[in-house]
């Protein structure tokens, strides 16, 4: 019979016997398992180190999911070792072997009460050392348990059980929601059960799973990366016939562009070829294949079941800080990089015409308008044709209406005074334009500007300003457009008198539009006024205004798509390699959002305080960074600052989903992207209506750091710590703000009653204070934020270099802190749970080859962010070395 699933606990050892009668024994079990094929032993898994004592009592067990295959004739060896020294500079750890016991699955599962004391002997089966407890627990025993009283004394006190969950448990747990578990994968779940201060039992699970949303979000960022820029480069090319100068500076752009583009198209096809875990891994953080994709993005979960209070759940996303790695971080990161390159730009003697990054931006969202609303008028257009034939009244009026409403926000899109400037700035750059008169200067500065010659490249000098000339029409532009909102209306006019069935009665020339207003090129035109069938009378019209619609579009693409140019040429190469780095960081960090949006939307679903202030205040996204300000770190710190900067571009639409492929859909182009977040029929009923009418969510991402290892020593003590000084206070600022909004949008009531608005307002006071204090490696920082991101129902991110060590410590810190406060976690307790939840399991430390009785293990760091890794945060012996060493050039050179 094969066991499913078998979870085992080592309860406790007792009267162990030390080498030397006055040691303190510090002892840790490892499992291993006898298959009765193969008669291998194989390492399985191990508890935590409890220090201190013969009788040491475990907080951890080993899980056996369903897919390992356990039997009756299994055999289970259980090795008991001391820990001799445990070296608080090094990784490196000494242990030799206590004892040994093995006993077969089916005596186990047979004995009353599925327990088990055997005895512990050493390795040649001779001396007894001491014994050990084995019990067998049933699938769910803690969830359906009594929350039994218990005493002070740890002897007496039942071991809590740690299991791991099974993937087909999912994340969600009892629930198992479809939709949760498709961008979750491979969770593992730990149970704990610790003392509270009124003497009972709270029990812990705790999770951590993987995310699928790691490489799909970069992928379908990329893929519309790649369609932007080839739209874009498109548009260039569509420019028409340039002068000499502009030509030959628009093959320049052209090429380099299309070279991005490659290489962008080179990475969407190395991922789509991906087939292995569902992360990235810290060590291939340097891979170039994999640069867009964020490293050890997981969930890290704990819930909480107090016997007095409501079960609480508490989310953290962990993530390696978004950064470019493989672009390296020589010359900073991107914080340093794009205001020096924005100060060349202004200083430096291009030959193009300057626009500022608020004019750049612009166009491109002008031409996104343009490529949006075009093809929505025509569509809106052709229903409106096709309710016509069917001469369908309702239709017609619903098909009108929205043709109507498309075609106001395309008129609206062009009333901007940098189109009309950028016209005549492409007029100048036609073949054999000269201006014959000075420019006259504007009111405004960006449109003041000197003449500008186009007959050959060394007459052409930089323009601060957009150039005029005094015999270019200006007018003609606003007789273009303003002709689509005139075409509107003579359709309009003509559905109004379909509708009202009274054509006979209308008198000529009554507050109607002239023929010539709706540009009617035949009297014959004029006649579908009274004569002919509904789709006869508008197809003159509907084909008018997508003809002048068709004139607008094409000069406004062109001087936008000019505007862009000047953006490209004043910078090559830097410009897209900045943005290329860009894109690298931001996508890293949008995937990390996604995923932090879905969990928090599946877990709030049932809150309607927390709904409501999701469409009407928007959702606090709160990172913890834990980057030091020395070295390469500055530089990734740079780079992770404008990327959380940058989502605060990210809108956000939750829509049911059609079919089970439930993972978000990505649109938009750069600056301005929609999330659309997929959710199951029933799921998607429990929303309030302004989200399930598709309102989009607004993000407010913020970010606080504080460095806390070495590195961060050497900075306070021989760099700079600016850069995080004014990260801090930025980021305070703008969480001000939302507190703002919040306290004007939201009802007083809309939090849990224990958190009140007056504590809201004293962590924001601390929190300043904390932040102008200046005080070196200041934590409180980071513990009020992360409160404060709680209390607001926002979603909390803890980042370092690669999400292991330091994040790891701080989560696990967290929790401990938070089951402290929140849950009354016995006072005696803090420190052994803090130990239990950071102690890593074992499995494979030690090789086949060991000798039985001594070992050495060693630390070495994982690949990927372990569930709990050991960290030390303490300054190191060769780091010490060099910060002597450092003391004492500083010391010469003062006295020199």
């Given at each position: 019979?094969?066991?499913?699933?078998?979870?085992?606990?080592?309860?406790?050892?007792?009267?162990?016997?030390?080498?030397?009668?006055?040691?303190?024994?510090?002892?840790?079990?490892?499992?291993?398992?006898?298959?009765?094929?193969?008669?291998?032993?194989?390492?399985?898994?191990?508890?935590?180190?409890?220090?201190?004592?013969?009788?040491?009592?475990?907080?951890?067990?080993?899980?056996?999911?369903?897919?390992?295959?356990?039997?009756?004739?299994?055999?289970i060896k259980l090795t008991v070792y001391d820990v001799k020294d445990k070296s608080q500079d090094t990784v490196t750890?000494?242990?030799?072997?206590?004892?040994?016991?093995?006993?077969?699955?089916?005596?186990?599962?047979?004995?009353?009460?599925?327990?088990?004391?055997?005895?512990?002997?050493?390795?040649?089966?001779?001396?007894?050392?001491?014994?050990?407890?084995?019990?067998?627990?049933?699938?769910?025993?803690?969830?359906?348990?009594?929350?039994?009283?218990?005493?002070?004394?740890?002897q007496d006190q039942k071991c809590a059980l740690v299991r791991e969950c099974t993937a087909t448990e999912g994340i969600s747990g009892k629930d198992n929601l479809p939709s949760l578990?498709?961008?979750?994968?491979?969770?593992?779940?730990?149970?704990?059960?610790?003392?509270?201060?009124?003497?009972?039992?709270?029990?812990?699970?705790?999770?951590?799973?993987?995310?699928?949303?790691?490489?799909?979000?970069?992928?379908?960022?990329?893929?519309?990366?790649?369609?932007?820029?080839?739209?874009?480069?498109?548009?260039?090319?569509?420019?028409?016939?340039?002068?000499?100068?502009?030509?030959?500076?628009?093959?320049?752009?052209?090429?380099?562009?299309?070279?991005?583009?490659?290489?962008?198209?080179?990475?969407?096809?190395?991922?789509?070829?991906?087939?292995?875990?569902?992360?990235?891994?810290?060590?291939?953080?340097?891979?170039?294949?994999?640069?867009?994709?964020?490293?050890?993005?997981?969930?890290?979960?704990?819930?909480?079941?107090?016997?007095?209070?409501?079960?609480?759940?508490?989310?953290?996303?962990?993530?390696?800080?978004?950064?470019?790695?493989?672009?390296?971080?020589?010359?900073?990161?991107?914080?340093?990089?794009?205001?020096?390159?924005?100060?060349?730009?202004?200083?430096?003697?291009?030959?193009?015409?300057?626009?500022?990054?608020?004019?750049?931006?612009?166009?491109?969202?002008?031409?996104?308008?343009?490529?949006?609303?075009?093809?929505?008028?025509?569509?809106?257009?052709?229903?409106?044709?096709?309710?016509?034939?069917?001469?369908?009244?309702?239709?017609?009026?619903?098909?009108?209406?929205?043709?109507?409403?498309?075609?106001?926000?395309?008129?609206?899109?062009?009333?901007?005074?940098?189109?009309?400037?950028?016209?005549?700035?492409?007029?100048?750059?036609?073949?054999?334009?000269?201006?014959?008169?000075?420019?006259?200067?504007?009111?405004?500065?960006?449109?003041?500007?000197?003449?500008?010659?186009?007959?050959?490249?060394?007459?052409?000098?930089?323009?601060?300003?957009?150039?005029?000339?005094?015999?270019?029409?200006?007018?003609?532009?606003?007789?273009?457009?303003?002709?689509?909102?005139?075409?509107?209306?003579?359709?309009?006019?003509?559905?109004?008198?379909?509708?009202?069935?009274?054509?006979?009665?209308?008198?000529?020339?009554?507050?109607?539009?002239?023929?010539?207003?709706?540009?009617?090129?035949?009297?014959?035109?004029?006649?579908?006024?009274?004569?002919?069938?509904?789709?006869?009378?508008?197809?003159?019209?509907?084909?008018?205004?997508?003809?002048?619609?068709?004139?607008?579009?094409?000069?406004?693409?062109?001087?936008?798509?000019?505007?862009?140019?000047?953006?490209?040429?004043?910078?090559?190469?830097?410009?897209?390699?900045?943005?290329?780095?860009?894109?690298?960081?931001?996508?890293?960090?949008?995937?990390?959002?996604?995923?932090?949006?879905?969990?928090?939307?599946?877990?709030?679903?049932?809150?309607?305080?927390?709904?409501?202030?999701?469409?009407?205040?928007?959702?606090?996204?709160?990172?913890?960074?834990?980057?030091?300000?020395?070295?390469?770190?500055?530089?990734?710190?740079?780079?992770?600052?404008?990327?959380?900067?940058?989502?605060?571009?990210?809108?956000?639409?939750?829509?049911?989903?059609?079919?089970?492929?439930?993972?978000?859909?990505?649109?938009?182009?750069?600056?301005?992207?929609?999330?659309?977040?997929?959710?199951?029929?029933?799921?998607?009923?429990?929303?309030?209506?302004?989200?399930?009418?598709?309102?989009?969510?607004?993000?407010?991402?913020?970010?606080?750091?504080?460095?806390?290892?070495?590195?961060?020593?050497?900075?306070?003590?021989?760099?700079?710590?600016?850069?995080?000084?004014?990260?801090?206070?930025?980021?305070?600022?703008?969480?001000?703000?939302?507190?703002?909004?919040?306290?004007?949008?939201?009802?007083?009531?809309?939090?849990?009653?224990?958190?009140?608005?007056?504590?809201?307002?004293?962590?924001?006071?601390?929190?300043?204070?904390?932040?102008?204090?200046?005080?070196?490696?200041?934590?409180?920082?980071?513990?009020?934020?992360?409160?404060?991101?709680?209390?607001?129902?926002?979603?909390?991110?803890?980042?370092?270099?690669?999400?292991?060590?330091?994040?790891?410590?701080?989560?696990?810190?967290?929790?401990?802190?938070?089951?402290?406060?929140?849950?009354?976690?016995?006072?005696?307790?803090?420190?052994?749970?803090?130990?239990?939840?950071?102690?890593?399991?074992?499995?494979?430390?030690?090789?086949?080859?060991?000798?039985?009785?001594?070992?050495?293990?060693?630390?070495?760091?994982?690949?990927?962010?372990?569930?709990?890794?050991?960290?030390?945060?303490?300054?190191?012996?060769?780091?010490?070395?060099?910060?002597?060493?450092?003391?004492?050039?500083?010391?010469?050179?003062?006295?020199?």
């Open positions: 019979q094969c066991f499913h699933p078998f979870i085992l606990k080592a309860q406790a050892c007792k009267d162990l016997v030390a080498a030397t009668r006055d040691r303190k024994l510090n002892t840790f079990i490892q499992v291993s398992v006898v298959h009765p094929a193969e008669h291998i032993l194989t390492r399985y898994s191990s508890t935590e180190i409890v220090e201190g004592t013969k009788d040491p009592l475990f907080l951890t067990g080993v899980t056996f999911p369903p897919e390992y295959p356990i039997y009756e004739e299994t055999k750890i000494s242990f030799f072997f206590l004892g040994c016991a093995t006993f077969r699955v089916g005596d186990l599962v047979k004995s009353k009460e599925q327990q088990l004391t055997l005895t512990l002997r050493t390795s040649d089966g001779g001396k007894t050392v001491g014994t050990i407890e084995v019990n067998l627990v049933k699938m769910g025993e803690l969830e359906e348990g009594e929350t039994d009283h218990i005493t002070a004394d740890t578990n498709a961008v979750l994968r491979n969770p593992v779940c730990k149970l704990y059960r610790f003392p509270t201060s009124d003497n009972k039992w709270m029990r812990i699970r705790e999770q951590m799973a993987e995310t699928t949303l790691s490489f799909h979000v970069p992928k379908e960022l990329i893929n519309l990366h790649i369609k932007e820029d080839m739209r874009r480069n498109q548009e260039l090319k569509d420019l028409g016939e340039l002068a000499p100068h502009w030509d030959n500076m628009r093959k320049s752009v052209i090429a380099h562009c299309d070279q991005m583009l490659s290489m962008y198209q080179d990475t969407l096809a190395e991922l789509g070829k991906h087939t292995g875990s569902s992360f990235k891994s810290s060590c291939s953080k340097g891979e170039k294949t994999l640069e867009f994709i964020p490293i050890n993005l997981h969930l890290q979960r704990m819930h909480v079941h107090s016997p007095r209070l409501k079960d609480a759940l508490y989310d953290v996303i962990t993530v390696g800080a978004p950064a470019a790695h493989f672009q390296g971080f020589k010359n900073g990161g991107l914080r340093k990089l794009l205001s020096k390159f924005e100060a060349e730009r202004r200083n430096t003697g291009y030959q193009c015409i300057y626009y500022s990054p608020e004019n750049t931006a612009k166009a491109k969202e002008v031409l996104s308008n343009i490529n949006h609303l075009q093809p929505l008028i025509s569509s809106h257009a052709d229903l409106l044709l096709s309710s016509a034939s069917q001469r369908s009244p309702d239709s017609l009026k619903n098909s009108l209406k929205m043709l109507s409403e498309k075609t106001e926000l395309f008129v609206h899109a062009f009333k901007d005074q940098l189109v009309r400037s950028a016209l005549l700035a492409l007029y100048t750059a036609r073949p054999g334009c000269v201006l014959k008169k000075p420019a006259v200067p504007r009111n405004s500065a960006e449109e003041g500007a000197d003449a500008q010659h186009q007959e050959h490249p060394s007459q052409i000098k930089r323009q601060d300003s957009i150039p005029h000339h005094s015999e270019y029409d200006e007018e003609e532009w606003d007789r273009v457009w303003a002709n689509v909102a005139k075409s509107l209306n003579c359709l309009i006019a003509m559905v109004d008198r379909l509708l009202e069935k009274d054509i006979s009665n209308v008198k000529e020339g009554e507050n109607e539009p002239s023929a010539a207003d709706c540009k009617f090129s035949t009297w014959e035109q004029m006649t579908c006024f009274v004569l002919g069938d509904w789709y006869e009378q508008l197809y003159p019209l509907v084909i008018t205004l997508k003809d002048c619609m068709g004139e607008v579009v094409t000069r406004a693409k062109q001087s936008m798509a000019f505007v862009l140019l000047q953006e490209l040429a004043c910078g090559l190469p830097q410009c897209l390699m900045l943005t290329l780095r860009r894109d690298i960081v931001f996508s890293q960090a949008l995937a990390g959002l996604v995923c932090g949006f879905v969990i928090k939307l599946h877990t709030g679903l049932h809150d309607q305080g927390f709904l409501q202030q999701l469409h009407t205040v928007g959702l606090l996204v709160q990172y913890e960074g834990l980057l030091s300000t020395y070295s390469e770190e500055a530089g990734m710190l740079e780079d992770m600052a404008v990327g959380i900067s940058d989502l605060q571009k990210v809108m956000f639409k939750v829509i049911e989903a059609k079919s089970e492929d439930f993972l978000p859909i990505i649109t938009g182009r750069r600056e301005h992207y929609i999330i659309e977040v997929q959710l199951p029929a029933k799921m998607f009923e429990l929303l309030p209506q302004e989200i399930k009418e598709g309102k989009l969510l607004r993000m407010y991402p913020v970010l606080f750091n504080v460095g806390i290892n070495e590195q961060q020593t050497l900075a306070e003590r021989f760099g700079d710590t600016t850069l995080q000084e004014n990260i801090n206070q930025e980021n305070l600022e703008l969480l001000k703000e939302y507190y703002k909004l919040f306290t004007e949008k939201m009802p007083p009531d809309c939090l849990p009653h224990f958190q009140e608005q007056n504590d809201l307002k004293g962590l924001l006071e601390s929190l300043h204070q904390n932040i102008q204090a200046k005080k070196r490696k200041n934590v409180e920082i980071m513990w009020l934020a992360a409160t404060i991101c709680r209390k607001l129902n926002g979603v909390r991110f803890t980042c370092c270099k690669s999400a292991k060590d330091r994040t790891s410590m701080s989560v696990t810190l967290e929790q401990c802190s938070i089951l402290r406060d929140e849950h009354q976690l016995h006072k005696d307790f803090f420190i052994r749970a803090l130990d239990c939840m950071r102690s890593r399991q074992t499995q494979g430390a030690l090789n086949e080859s060991d000798d039985p009785e001594t070992g050495c293990l060693t630390d070495n760091k994982p690949t990927s962010r372990h569930f709990y890794p050991v960290a030390l945060l303490l300054v190191s012996s060769h780091l010490l070395v060099v910060w002597l060493i450092l003391s004492l050039a500083l010391l010469l050179a003062k006295y020199q």
